[in-house]
Structure formats: structure tokens, C-alpha cells
């Protein structure tokens, strides 16, 4: 068990749905993050809470929207997905920003867009 | 060039052998580096940390190599478990975004 628990941890979705993925840590940790994980390439970040900021990397589509009600749980939105969107996302927190910051990754989220 | 570039493989190793894999990266600014170990199908997880001095942990040592610009992960005495995708990863600056991970190592023990 890592700590970091992620549901679901499969989902098809048509193009027009609305789906959320959640993430929750156990681990007392402060950040927070999304990454996405497709074939062939490396992981992504897609999204960073912490207690100092909200990164987002701008490359990610509008369709992907992150809430982070408290340092223990994340959300991703998606609505309006594309084919090209289905991949492995991957939640993931770590303690503090240090240099040596260790991430802890929760099983992750097969999303494939039909 | 790439940031953080692997030999993705396969690397087809025999059970008890013993295979080494690289790492290089692009920035000489870069701070810390990991080898992050991944099953199939499975999430990322920490494998261990690079230090500069070079560090040992049971079967498996890492070395840096700030000169060159690499990083390299030894696995003696294999096991059929450790077959897995090994992600490089490197700190290349502060702040949540400033972690790059490679595309990974695919690694194939064989009996």
C-alpha cells in the first residue's frame, strides 16, 4: 500500500461525458500532483498544489481541470475529452519542495476516451 | 537535445547476471537525480537516490558522473523480479515543477 490511494482505477469515457478522477494521500504530505503517462513518453506533470503555489503546465488543455480542496485530496475534471487524452494519470505527493523531494505515486487511473 | 534521455530497450540480461544502464542529462544546473523503478501496468516508485559520492543499496549501485552528465544504475546478481521499466529522474529546479523524469529502461530478466 503506498499511502496515496486513486479511483477509479479504470475509466472509459465518451468524448461528450463529465468524469472526475480523485486522489487522496495518507501520508501528511503537502504537494500534490497530477501527471500523465502515455505511451512511449516520459511522465508528464500536469498540475502542482502545495502549501506556496498552484503550478499548472500550460501545454495541458482546458478540458483538464484540477481542484484541490485541502492537502489531502485532489480532483481532476474532465469534460469533453479526445481520443488522444486516453493515457495512464498518475497522482502523486511528496513532503516539502526540497532538493531531495521523494514522490510517492498512487496506483493510478487507466483513462481510455472512446 | 532531450533533458533526460534513456536507452529505452529491451535489455535482455540472464538470471545472476549483472547489467548497468545510463542516463544523461542536459542541464548542468541539475541538482538531484532518483532511479524510480515501474512494473507493468503498476505506478513509479522510488527506487533510490543518486549521490555524488556514488551510493550501494544491496544489489543495486548508483553513480554520478557531473562531468559527463550522467547517471548510471548497476544491478548485480539479477533477479527474475527485477524486471521493470527504471525511470531516471532529475531535479533541474526548484519549486513542485522541477522534476523531469526519462522515458525509462525497460529490463528483462531472463531464467
Known amino acids: 500500500e503506498t499511502g496515496v490511494t486513486q479511483t477509479p482505477r479504470h475509466l472509459v469515457m465518451g468524448m461528450t461525458n463529465k468524469k472526475s478522477l480523485k486522489c487522496e494521500q495518507h501520508l501528511g504530505h503537502n504537494a500534490m500532483y497530477w501527471y500523465k503517462q502515455s505511451a512511449k513518453k516520459p511522465l508528464e506533470l500536469m498540475f502542482v498544489?502545495?502549501?506556496?503555489?498552484?503550478?499548472e503546465n500550460n501545454s495541458v488543455p482546458s478540458r483538464f481541470s484540477p481542484e484541490c480542496p485541502n492537502s489531502s485530496h485532489l480532483f481532476l475534471h474532465l469534460h469533453t475529452l479526445q481520443p488522444e487524452d486516453s493515457a495512464l494519470y498518475l497522482c502523486a505527493s511528496s513532503q516539502n519542495r526540497g532538493s531531495n523531494e521523494k514522490l510517492f505515486f498512487g496506483s493510478g487511473t487507466q483513462l481510455s476516451v472512446l | 537535445r532531450k533533458e533526460v534521455e534513456q536507452d529505452p530497450g529491451p535489455f535482455n540480461v540472464p538470471e545472476g547476471a549483472t547489467v548497468a544502464f545510463n542516463c544523461t542529462y542536459s542541464n548542468s544546473a541539475s541538482q538531484s537525480f532518483f532511479w524510480y523503478r515501474q512494473d507493468c501496468r503498476k505506478e513509479p516508485k522510488l527506487l533510490m537516490s543518486v549521490y555524488s559520492s556514488g551510493n550501494e543499496d544491496g544489489r543495486f549501485t548508483a553513480q554520478l558522473n557531473r562531468a559527463s552528465q550522467y547517471i548510471s544504475l548497476l544491478i548485480r546478481d539479477s533477479k527474475l523480479s527485477d524486471s521493470a521499466t527504471y525511470l531516471c529522474v532529475v531535479r533541474t529546479g526548484g519549486g513542485a515543477d522541477g522534476l523531469t523524469f526519462g522515458k525509462g529502461t525497460h529490463l528483462i530478466i531472463q531464467p
Open positions: 498544489y502545495s502549501l506556496e503555489e498552484r503550478v
